[in-house]
């Protein structure tokens, strides 16, 4: 066995940068190879530093890096609409750079801390289930973010887009959602938050149970059927009771509300929701508002009803969208 090269190799696996290939030549190495080579590797590595790992720490390693070694090409594939991506992060160490490499830092021995990240591309939606047992659905273009100390140390995820979330309770590890100048917490309870980074508002809403919301220093807590809105721009707030609360998160049930929203406004959802370019021919149908209830969002649906309530023209290439005043008053 060539140790300086499988050396090579354990080392960017702990960082995350081997290839399938590499990966699976790790997998399929008999188990006492791998072992005389962890520990050439760990010699190698500590020989010279006035510190040394324990050998209960170095047991424990071995053993950490043989499983994930083992689930690499499986659980770190996980997908839930686009993908789950693993990324490595490495702890700093004043000990050795070798303690940095495996995840050290100068008095405490950590592991690699990975982040997954949930996608749901323009056009799609997707739900995951977290390691706690809460359901999180992800409308059309978004994402959230998590640690794999998710559920041991934290309940934290960070939030760009939309997403409602179904709580697992937990009283001891209150459950976070970290979104662009709003944090949203919870115990066990189901809510959505809409936060694009596009978007002018950051929007919780509540369906079940009690969350607390804070920005800015300033906290509020939410009943049922509430929802808050904040302006990113002034910073300012409003908490509104919903009169229909079972309009409140229309997305879920793929319907679409519109409340005096402007065509300009509504072509931003609907790139989201389609994955399509939308242009207008004429700036002024941009300005057309437009307030109901589509039970059915398929794209073509939602288009004729467009057209069919002002004199607005549409028409489909590829994947644009292009809308246009309607002239001829069809």
């Given at each position: 066995m060539d140790i300086n090269k499988y050396s090579d190799l354990i080392e960017r696996f702990f960082l995350g940068t081997t290839s399938p290939e590499e990966n699976r030549i790790l997998r399929e190495m008999p188990e006492q190879e791998m072992e005389t080579l962890f520990d050439e590797y760990s010699r190698g590595k500590w020989e010279h530093n006035t510190c040394e790992i324990p050998d209960e720490t170095r047991t424990r390693l071995k053993s950490e890096l043989f499983a994930k070694i083992h689930t690499t090409d499986n659980t770190m594939r996980r997908t839930a609409c686009k993908a789950v991506r693993p990324v490595w992060y490495i702890a700093a160490a004043a000990c050795v750079c070798a303690a940095a490499v495996l995840g050290y830092t100068a008095a405490v021995y950590t592991t690699p801390v990975q982040t997954f990240e949930v996608v749901a591309d323009k056009g799609q939606k997707s739900s995951v289930t977290l390691p706690d047992g809460t359901e999180v659905t992800l409308n059309s273009a978004s994402c959230i973010t998590y640690c794999s100390d998710y559920n041991r140390k934290n309940r934290t995820v960070s939030l760009d887009g939309e997403a409602y979330f179904e709580v697992a309770r937990n009283e001891k590890l209150p459950f976070t959602v970290r979104a662009s100048g709003m944090d949203v917490t919870a115990l066990g309870t189901e809510f959505n938050v809409k936060a694009y980074e596009e978007d002018p508002e950051i929007t919780a809403t509540l369906i079940k149970g009690s969350i607390r919301t804070d920005m800015a220093g300033k906290s509020e807590i939410l009943t049922p059927n509430q929802y808050i809105v904040l302006d990113k721009a002034s910073g300012r707030t409003e908490t509104v009771t919903a009169e229909n609360p079972e309009y409140l998160v229309p997305w879920k049930d793929n319907e679409l509300l519109f409340s005096g929203e402007t065509l300009r406004?509504?072509?931003?959802?609907?790139?989201?929701?389609?994955?399509?370019?939308?242009?207008?021919?004429?700036?002024?149908?941009?300005?057309?508002?437009?307030?109901?209830?589509?039970?059915?969002?398929s794209l073509l649906n939602v288009l004729e009803l467009i057209s069919g309530t002002s004199p607005v023209r549409y028409v489909i290439s590829g994947n644009v969208i292009a809308f246009s005043e309607d002239r001829d008053g069809r």
């Open positions: 406004e509504i072509a931003v959802v609907l790139e989201r929701m389609y994955n399509m370019e939308v242009i207008f021919k004429d700036d002024s149908v941009g300005d057309f508002s437009y307030t109901g209830l589509i039970r059915n969002s």
